[in-house]
């Protein structure tokens, strides 16, 4: 049978609900349920609430921005790396292999990675660059429909540049 709910608990709940403890929290202190914590506050009058979406909320925009500035470093930090490895490109360096048949170790001093390391450093550049862009977006180009637009802008303007000099040379000056 459930211990009987008394005046002593309903005082202790309003006391440590003033103290801004949690619902759970309250119930651990108690020895009670969560259940049991909730129905004595909503008993109380006023009723009590453990309504926490404030804080949540609050607790959660904070949340959202620190993943968003870490985000952001990350980004920055694969951007470095895309450059650190772009440069190995055209670098010296020196490889080498086992060869012959004993297999013995030879190195060569090229004057750049051969063309397999190359192709290999530029698929690691893309993957960090493109890794990079979308942990955070170029400026501008967060949305499609932005790029679009700005194309559009752009290619209407070409096109009335264009225009202008057409007219220009079918029937103005002819001393540009």
């Known amino acids: 049978m459930a211990r009987p709910i008394t005046a002593a608990d309903r005082r202790k709940v309003r006391e440590l609900h003033a103290a801004g403890k949690s619902r759970n929290e309250i119930a651990r202190t108690l020895k009670r349920s969560p259940s049991t914590v909730s129905k004595i506050a909503a008993n109380l009058a006023p009723p009590l609430s453990f309504d926490r979406a404030e804080q949540v909320e609050a607790a959660t925009r904070v949340r959202t921005a620190d993943l968003a500035a870490r985000r ?25 292999e086992f060869a012959g048949r004993e297999g013995e170790w030879h190195t060569a001093d090229l004057d750049r990675p051969r063309f397999a390391d190359q192709r290999a450093i530029i698929a690691s550049v893309q993957t960090a660059v493109g890794t990079s862009l979308r942990l955070a977006p170029a400026e501008g180009g967060d949305d499609a429909g932005q790029v679009r637009s700005m194309l559009g802008a752009l290619g209407e303007a070409l096109t009335q540049a264009a225009n202008d000099d057409q007219a220009h040379d079918d029937g103005g000056d002819a001393g540009g």
């Open 72 to 96: 952001a470093a990350l980004a920055l930090g694969l951007q470095d790396d895309a450059e650190r490895l772009r440069a190995q490109l055209f670098t010296a360096c020196t490889v080498g």
